[in-house]
């Protein structure tokens, strides 16, 4: 493997969410001017790299059985190459996050197997070469569309990243949710830039996207079919699992180890070109450009205000214009876990972490033990039989809004359940955000800033009536300022959560009951 000759750092230490199997990760010290240019080898790593997957496809392949991406501007490829130059320059990361469904989550295959890691895979060691640190994140979920999780962003898909992709394709074609994802992802830390895996039609209608996020689309099917039509051995003969497995979602609707490994290096010849243009580009930096310093590699995060209004008439200012933190049940996630935010002096106090169902619980266990899968779908679930369970939230904005999504029996809470936000009942103000229902879930969020105040918080609910449930899945806040959460741990260097709780749910579900508060007033 050729890598480039700039001295490196090694340490063994896994960080959260990098597979162990990577092995240790490589952290150039310097990548300076004099560095920035000595690229030796890259060059040759990107072509050897781009042979070895053509080779997979048999004679007569070539570049263009990949090469299908469709801009909206002729600007966005040119940004994106600048965006690998920064990461050249500065020795950074390169961070692909995709969110997606359970194709997309690898379901019927392992997961190393879904095509964000196999684009990872094929990646990793060239970009290395260049001292970037290349990471594709399989945020995937099976059966659940965009919304909820696009509101979640930041604590979803981490705040270090560099593109969004968007992959719902089977499970949503919603302007309105469609549009929320492109605004939450370039509201981003790193103001991202977004690719969508179809070319939707609302997406020509995102003007303001078009230059601002290099909004493309990377959709494989062309290539995907000329090469089914030329009976390559690289598609043909598809299967689950490249090896012998039983692993839960081998249904029709989802494709064999072969399209998922056809995506994922579709991907990586669209990178690798891109790659090859930032070296080419690096090399010819001026001076004053080519030093870590240099105010050209500023990126600054979109701030709501600056952003332009929603296209989509459903698309509303209060969701669409806004950023928020959140803390959540479903899997896989970046942020802090519901129970993390739970008051602890109660703790979870009668209510239980659930599936929807025994045979989601028996199916979810096997895909994560036997294929190595990372998405959940649980839910904090409460009835009459539970007491008070409150959620402590820091760092509110003030006059922000506070809201919880989830599964609901009905949306008059006032007849079976109790809403407080520090202790003033809301039922009767909150407005409905979006719904979201496909075979898998169904979900809706409710918001309010009544009796919000500046900073910390108190959002509890009591079920009241004992014919009703409640399941929560996220709890959302507006933040007060751009900071991390702290909950107990302390972020890596982009600001990501860790994971470590602040509540022990199985020690709070055995401890003795509290009585619960008497009800508001």
Known sequence: RLVATVACLWTTTTPPGRRKEDGPRRRPLVFGAAAAADLTGV???????EAEILAIYGAGTTRDDFKSAEYFSDKARGRLVERLVRAVVLSDSFVVAVGGMSDVAGHGNLFDESYPLVLEDALRDVFRGAGVRFSARN???????????????????GADADVVVWDFRMVERDEVKGELYVRQAMMLPKAPFVAFKRKNAYLSHLHYAHHEAALHVLDEMR????????QSPGVVSDKFCREQCDCPGQVRWHAGWKMQ????????MFYLDLLGDAVKAVRQLPERDASASS????????????????????????????????????????GPALVDVVDSQLGVNGWRLQHASKRAA????????????????????????????FFNLPDVADGGAVAFCGDFVSKDFANYALIVVNQEEVMDKLDIWLESKTLGISSACFATTHNVVE?????????????NAVSL?????????????????????AGIYDGSPVVDTAAAQQAVVAPPPPPPP
């Open 455 to 467: 900073g910390a918080n108190v959002l509890g609910f009591r079920v009241t009536s004992g014919a």
């Open 295 to 334: 105010p050209r590699w500023v990126i600054k995060r979109r701030a709501p205000s600056e952003m332009h209004a929603p296209v989509s008439k459903g698309c509303k200012p209060a969701f669409c214009s806004q950023t928020f933190r959140c803390a959540m049940t479903w899997q896989p996630q970046l």
């Open 223 to 230: 290539g995907y079919n000329a090469l089914q039509k030329r």
């Open 261 to 268: 490994r056809y995506r994922g290096l579709h991907m990586a």
């Open 362 to 389: 028996e199916l979810t266990k096997k895909g994560h033990h036997s294929c190595g899968y990372k998405d959940e779908k649980k839910g904090l679930v409460g009835d009459q039989s539970s007491h008070w369970i």
């Open 473 to 493: 899945t996220h709890v959302v806040w507006a933040p007060r300022a751009q900071t991390t959460l702290s909950h107990g741990s302390t972020p890596d260097a």
């Open 139 to 157: 945020m995937a979920m099976g059966g659940v569309p965009s919304f909820p999780n696009s509101v979640c962003m930041e604590d979803n898909f």
């Open 43 to 49: 060059d040759a790593a990107i072509a050897a790299k």
